[in-house]
Each structure stands twice: as structure tokens, then as C-alpha cells.
């Protein structure tokens, strides 16, 4: 276990074309003629162009130069090839970071804010404030390997606190993550506190024990969670309960896949003064949907959320609470999520830090990175 190897991403252009193929023969179903509001689903006048765009003038080779940009490796942990980015920037290897992404991202979700967070002097900012990241895959994403069948969250922490100390020899180190990665990440909080020195989340993802009597406001809380969860939570409810389901709807269906993701990047992104070209370029949104498209990662991905249900849920267990130093950044254009009332937050993890960001949403470090690396870096001084 752990030789680390060097890696670099390299789509066959046979492969490639392939996928070009499918998306220009892509039989178009029919849609309701009032869909132009995305509220049957991805909106068929923005997909057709997404599609005319990557046919036309998307430069898949541009794009693999992109994804190689920073240094990235494999290594073996435990029954997984991690896959992962590690940038030593001038901390020069004594301020460890670990970014996890969510779903439908991936570790191409950090793009924005690598050289910033690990290099500030390269944008006026002060060297004291640097990190060395490492950003690795989700076990099941992009180059990551494979599960034989659907693993969680909790799991996925206790592989990337091996890849963090023992591979990559960090004593210690700081934690951040989102979506699926904020979940990585309190677990990562709760079982790994003897090497995780704190941990920074933009979602409050796992919750107390239940049993505790809720105040009104945390009940207004959860009703409300509840309502938004019936209008825009079908995708999940689909991909905890049959995710082979999806598999079989998405497998050599680029145009599917794509719209499956992209409907995420427009539901959960802060659109409030931007489009979603302006939020989410369609060379970027491109990109990332390509890692799933060329490493047939759609699948795995979608069990992911099985395995979240497989492993216990998003709840700590009884008398159990992540006592590792937390901070939330609160982006306040998130559309699918509303935290929690402190009280709530705080019978579940030992908040430190709580900061209301006025711009961004689900995906932060793409849609506001300076935004997200100035509430980072200002937590990390923190500590």
C-alpha cells in the first residue's frame, strides 16, 4: 500500500469521437412547449446548444491540457487507486489541506482556487497564508478506481485520512468540503480527530443523534428542508434507493448524462445576478461532464449515494459529536440547501467559525473562488 505514481490524463481521440458521435445522432425526444423554465427537468433549448457547443468548438485537447495543469498521482489505499492533486505551495509542506468534491463535480471543481490557495504571493497576497492541497477523487470518480459495490462517506474518510498520514506522510492536517466532500469531511472531523487539526464545511451535511427535543425554529427548519427536498430532491431519492436505475439510462449516453448533470450546475448554483454561462462557462461545465463521460464514472457515482444509506445514513450516532474545531461558510446564494440553526449545528460538531457569504451557491470554489479562498484563508488564520 502506497506507492505514490505519477499521473496524467489522456483521453484516446478514438474514444473522444466516439462520444462526439453519439452527441450529434442524440434522437431528441419531444418536450412540453412551456419547458423553457427548466421546471420539467435540464431545459431542451439549453442542452441543444450545450450539445451544438461541444461538437463545435469545445477543444477536448485544450481540456486535457487544463486537467494536467497542476501535479497529480495515483496510490494504492486499501483496495483503491486514489487518484489525486497535490500542489506544494509555499507552505513547502507544513500546511497541509485536504479539498473534497461532491456530486455531480469533481476534483476539477478546485480548478479555480489551487494556484490562489497555494501560492498567494502570486496575486498580492501573503505568503504566511499559503497551503499545500491535495485534492484527490472520490473512490468511484474520475480516475479513482471502482467500487465493487456502493461505499459511503464514512468509508471514503477513513480511506483519505490513510492517503493524508501514511501515504503522504502529513502528522496532521486541515480539512474542507462540500456537497458530498462536506460530509467526507465531518466524518473525517469525527473519526480522525487525532490528525485532522480542523475542518471547514459549505453544508452542514451530517446531523445529531436524533432523540433531542427541536426547538420551533429548528422544526420551521426542517419542514422547510423538507418542502425544498420534495420539489428539487427526486435525483436523490432515485440514487439512494435505485441507482442502477440510472446506470442503465446513462451508459453510452453522453446527451443524457450530460443533462442529468448539468440540471444540478443550474438548480443549485447562485443565479440571482449571473446566467448560468456567466456561473458556469460551458467549456468548464464541458469538462467536468467529460470526466464522468470518459471514465464511465456516471454509474459510481450515482451509487454513491446508496452507499451514504448502506453506511448508516447523515446522522452521527448516538452520544457521538465531532469535537475537531468546525467552520461553515455560509453561501448565501445556495438554492438547494438552508443551514441549520446554530443550536442545531452545534449539538453535532464544535463550531469555531460561522461566516454569511453574500454571493455563491452550491458550487462555490467554481462560482465565487475568490469569494471562497478569502473565507478559507481567513479561517485557517483562525486557528
Not at 489525486?84 to 485536504?98: D, H
Not at 498520514?165 to 502529513?170: D, I, R, S
Not at 435525483?235 to 443524457?256: C, D, E, F, I
Amino acid at each position: 500500500m502506497g506507492e505514490i505514481k505519477p499521473f496524467a490524463v489522456d483521453w484516446e481521440a478514438a474514444k473522444v469521437e466516439a462520444v462526439l458521435r453519439r452527441v450529434r445522432d442524440y434522437p431528441w425526444p419531444v418536450e412540453p412547449d412551456d419547458s423553457g423554465d427548466w421546471n420539467y427537468g435540464c431545459d431542451g433549448t439549453y442542452l441543444r446548444a450545450l450539445c451544438a457547443h461541444w461538437t463545435d468548438r469545445y477543444d477536448w485537447r485544450a481540456a486535457v491540457a487544463e486537467l494536467n495543469r497542476f501535479p497529480q498521482f495515483t496510490a494504492r489505499v486499501e483496495d483503491f487507486d486514489l487518484h489525486f492533486v497535490q500542489v506544494v505551495g509555499e507552505a513547502g509542506g507544513k500546511r497541509p489541506l485536504l479539498l473534497t468534491h461532491g456530486w455531480p463535480g469533481s476534483h476539477y471543481e478546485f480548478w479555480p482556487t489551487i494556484e490562489k490557495l497555494a501560492f498567494p504571493s502570486r496575486f498580492g497576497g501573503d505568503p504566511a497564508d499559503a497551503f499545500d492541497l491535495v485534492v484527490p477523487s472520490l473512490p468511484g470518480y474520475g480516475y479513482s478506481s471502482k467500487p465493487t459495490r456502493p461505499i459511503g462517506q464514512r468509508t471514503t474518510a477513513r480511506l483519505f485520512n490513510t492517503l493524508m498520514t501514511e501515504v503522504l506522510g502529513y502528522p496532521s492536517y486541515l480539512a474542507q468540503g462540500g456537497d458530498w466532500g462536506g460530509i467526507v469531511t465531518a466524518w473525517l472531523g469525527l473519526d480522525h480527530g487525532a490528525s485532522v487539526r480542523a475542518i471547514h464545511l459549505n453544508v452542514f451535511g451530517v446531523g445529531p443523534a436524533p432523540g433531542a427535543p427541536l426547538t420551533a425554529e429548528e422544526m420551521a427548519w426542517g419542514a422547510k428542508g423538507a418542502a425544498a427536498q420534495a420539489i428539487r430532491g427526486a435525483y436523490g431519492h432515485v440514487q439512494r434507493t435505485k441507482p442502477q436505475s440510472m446506470a442503465w439510462l446513462g451508459a453510452g449516453n453522453p446527451v443524457g448524462q450530460a443533462a442529468w448533470i448539468v440540471e444540478r450546475f443550474h438548480d443549485w448554483s447562485d443565479l440571482r445576478v449571473k446566467s448560468l454561462d456567466e456561473a458556469h462557462p460551458k467549456d468548464v461545465l464541458l469538462t467536468n461532464v467529460m470526466l464522468y463521460v470518459m471514465t464511465d464514472s456516471f454509474t459510481t457515482g450515482a451509487w454513491y449515494y446508496r452507499g451514504a444509506m448502506d453506511e448508516g445514513g447523515r446522522v452521527f450516532g448516538p452520544g457521538e459529536r465531532c469535537e475537531t474545531p468546525t467552520a461553515f461558510g455560509n453561501f448565501l446564494g445556495e438554492p438547494l440547501y438552508t443551514p441549520p440553526p446554530r443550536s442545531y449545528a452545534e449539538r453535532a460538531y464544535n463550531v469555531t467559525r460561522w461566516t454569511d457569504i453574500p454571493y455563491g451557491g452550491h458550487f462555490a470554489s467554481m462560482e465565487e473562488p475568490d469569494l471562497f479562498v478569502a473565507e478559507v484563508r481567513a479561517w485557517a488564520r483562525e486557528l
